[in-house]
Structures are given as C-alpha cells and as structure tokens.
C-alpha cells in the first residue's frame, strides 16, 4: 500500500471492499516497520484474523486502517450490522529467522485458499511450515512474475 496517511491506506482497502463482492475472505496483507503481517478479512461473519510469522499483536495502526476502511466501505456479504470485525489472532506457523515474513505470508494465503478451516483449526498445531513448502511460495512468486515479465516485455 505504500506510504501515506491512515486515510489514504483505508481508501485502498474499501476500493478493494468495494471490488469485492463475491469472495468469502479478503487478504490484506501489511507491512508495518520492515515485517510483513497478514489480516483475513472474513466477509460474512465480519471477523479479521490476524496471522503474524513472529506472534507479535496486531498494531494499532493497522486496526485502525481496516476499521476504517469497513466503516468507508462495508462488505455487502456481512451477515451482521457490526460496523467493525471482530479481530481474532491466530496460532500460526512462525518463521524461524529474521526474514521469512513474506514467504509466510504468502503461505497463510495459500493454505487459506485450499482449506479455510486452517483459521479455526490453528494450522493443525504447527509450529512452522517445512523448507520445502516455502521452497514452493517461491518457486510459485517466480513463475508469476516471469510470467508477468513475459506478458508486460
């Protein structure tokens, strides 16, 4: 999302809001201070988990950008009147290092995607994901953006 204020950053969120009618969850991935954190955004039942590779609490700052964004632009899916998700952390796999953040990230949307019931079952206990699964977040990012290149060259 790039710098600029906590309004600008909401307005790209309730854009994204807005743009999204049909999808069960929304990924909003953030990077505050150099570590990349993930919210997904849970449409009907109005709840953000918050999924963090380090188990760090969520920032205010970016509560704030979401709460704002839902009040902006609320999802039509919702089953409820709330104006503002329930914010839930989940126990996710931790990164093992100082720079894994945004495999993990990547990751957590991966496994979302081919089972949501990762949210509620904590990622089945795990601790971490093995090399080998982030090996394939990474080879995954370089087909996409090889296949970027080669269509944009």
Known sequence: MGEGSKENRSRV?????????????????????????????????????????MASQPCDDLKEIVNM???INPPEKQKTSKREPTWVKVV???????????????????EIIANPNQLASKFDGRKSFSEMEINEVRSDWIMLMTQLIITHA
């Open 13 to 53: 969120i309730a854009d994204r809001l807005r743009n999204t009618k049909h999808a069960e969850y929304m990924f909003i991935p953030y990077n505050p201070d150099f570590h990349w954190v993930l919210v997904a955004l849970e449409m009907k039942r109005m709840i953000a988990y918050y999924l963090d590779p």
């Open 69 to 71: 964004a839902i009040r």
């Open 92 to 110: 996710c796999p931790r990164q093992p290092g100082s720079v894994e953040c945004g495999y993990y990230v990547m990751r957590y949307m991966k």
